[in-house]
């Protein structure tokens, strides 16, 4: 339930309706959060990729503005 809170919280301050809702992290391998966002969020795709590889380039691109 906090994560779906997490999500409205965002889309709501970001005031537009997302084209796709893409999971990373080792929580994006849960068929529940799939599920529970599918629910919330009827007719924007869920989609997911390198699980911890996007994690790590996210970082790293952090990184690189942190440390500049």
């Known amino acids: ?3 779906l809170e997490q999500v409205q919280l965002a889309l709501d ?3 537009e309706k997302p084209d796709v809702i893409y999971l ?3 929580s994006a391998r ?3 959060i799939k599920k529970a966002l599918s629910e919330q969020l ?3 795709p869920v989609a ?3 699980d911890f590889g996007s994690v790590t380039a996210g970082l ?3 990184a ?3 440390f500049r």
């Open 30 to 32: 849960s068929p529940l």
């Open 1 to 3: 339930a906090r994560i």
């Open 24 to 26: 990373t992290g080792g």
């Open 60 to 62: 790293a691109r952090w």
């Open 42 to 44: 009827p007719g924007i």
């Open 64 to 66: 690189e503005v942190v």
């Open 48 to 50: 997911g990729g390198d």
């Open 13 to 15: 301050s970001a005031q």
